[in-house]
């Protein structure tokens, strides 16, 4: 699937603007086929979850009613309404985000 197909279809951004994230599975949660998008910065790290979880629902790795945990940097879960240039900007490495997430939780 394209990962242009979104809910909002102004969340990924192919411009040098946008701000690069890898997206890594971690434990049993099924790999994404997009492992890495760019996206604009004024969106939420809402936006990155509702992209996880689309994904996986559409691969069928993920049941609606799942519960599903993202991470930066396999350390904390950032507040859902998290600005993605503020996550960036603090805790970027290698000029990406990181984000894991799992099906179950992972980390504190």
């Not at 099924?30 to 604009?40: C, N, R, W």
């Not at 910065?41 to 009613?65: C, M, S």
Request: aromatic content about 10%; proline content about 5%; charged content about 25%.
């Amino acid at each position: 699937m394209d990962p242009k197909q979104q809910t909002d279809p102004d969340f990924i951004d192919d411009n040098d603007d946008g701000i690069e994230i890898s997206l890594n599975a971690v434990g049993k949660a099924s790999k994404l086929k997009t492992s890495k998008i760019k996206v604009k910065r004024k969106h939420t790290f809402q936006n990155v979850i509702t992209f996880v979880r689309t994904q996986l629902e559409k691969g069928q790795a993920l049941k609606p009613d799942q519960s599903l945990f993202l991470y930066i940097n396999s350390q904390f879960a950032p507040s859902p309404n998290e600005r993605i240039n503020d996550l960036y900007e603090c805790f970027k490495t290698q000029n990406m985000l990181i984000v894991n997430y799992s099906i179950t939780e992972a980390w504190g």
